[in-house]
């Protein structure tokens, strides 16, 4: 089945710096790829996904890479602010059969102001 | 739109004891899931269904875990008895159809349990 590294596990940036989080997959077949931020206590909210026919995405501050053939993944984030303060978690599925989310184990990001 | 419901938000019960969350999902959502995050790690997906149908009950320790959602809508999920690697949040997600990139994951607040 498919399998999700996720690293680093912490990260901890200047207000304004750049974060980046990545992660790999083992299953070829995985096609979809959201991104998940969760605050402290709260539930995980997507913010950006992308698909396997895609290489990269962008929505503000946020951007998304994917390399099918090394299957890695990347979360890029500009300008962080302190509110980008959370656990961002990544995950893979084929969305052809189910589409069963299988998650990274998290990173923890802190923008220091 | 509300949101994906959940209760209770926080239960402590002792080892052996049983327990049930309850889940409403967002309206017209026929795809369901239940996913336990423990402390530090990501959510793992316990039981998917399709209106009220299982898709994928694979990592759902069925000698003591159990989830139905009779009507196609609530769902429940039990657990009888529970032990204390079974403490952890319990997060219900709703979707309109399985996890086609057009239909998002909409997570509940979760049910945080600690057994003693």
């Known amino acids: 089945g498919e399998n999700v590294e996720q690293h680093p596990s912490t990260l901890s940036v200047q207000e304004g710096d750049s974060a980046v989080i990545k992660c790999t997959y083992s299953d070829s077949a995985s096609n979809y790829f959201p991104w998940y931020k969760q605050e402290l206590g709260k539930r995980p909210q997507l913010i950006i996904d992308?698909?396997?026919?895609?290489g990269e995405k962008k929505d503000q501050r946020i951007a998304v890479t994917l390399n099918k053939t090394a299957k890695h993944f990347s979360l890029h984030i500009t300008e962080t602010q302190p509110e980008d303060s959370a656990v961002y978690f990544c995950a893979a599925t084929d969305y052809n059969q189910g589409g069963k989310l299988i998650f990274g184990q998290g990173t923890e990001l802190s923008v220091k102001p | 739109e509300a949101g994906v419901a959940q209760s209770p938000r926080y239960k402590i019960i002792e080892k052996r004891q049983s327990v049930a969350f309850w889940c409403n999902p967002i309206?017209?959502?026929?795809?369901l899931y239940w996913y336990q995050q423990i402390l530090g790690q990501g959510p793992k997906l316990l039981i998917q269904?399709?209106?009220?149908?299982?898709?994928?009950d694979s990592q759902l320790p069925k000698d003591r875990f159990s989830a139905e959602r009779l009507k196609g809508v609530d769902s429940t999920l039990k657990i009888q008895p529970a032990k204390l690697e079974d403490s952890a949040v319990y997060l219900c997600?709703?979707?309109?159809?399985?996890?086609?990139?057009?239909?998002?994951?909409?997570f509940g607040p979760g049910t945080r349990l600690t057994v003693l």
């Open positions: 309206s017209g959502h026929a795809t």
């Open positions: 992308i698909r396997s026919n895609v």
């Open positions: 997600a709703s979707s309109l159809v399985g996890s086609h990139p057009l239909n998002e994951q909409f």
């Open positions: 269904f399709q209106n009220n149908g299982v898709v994928d």
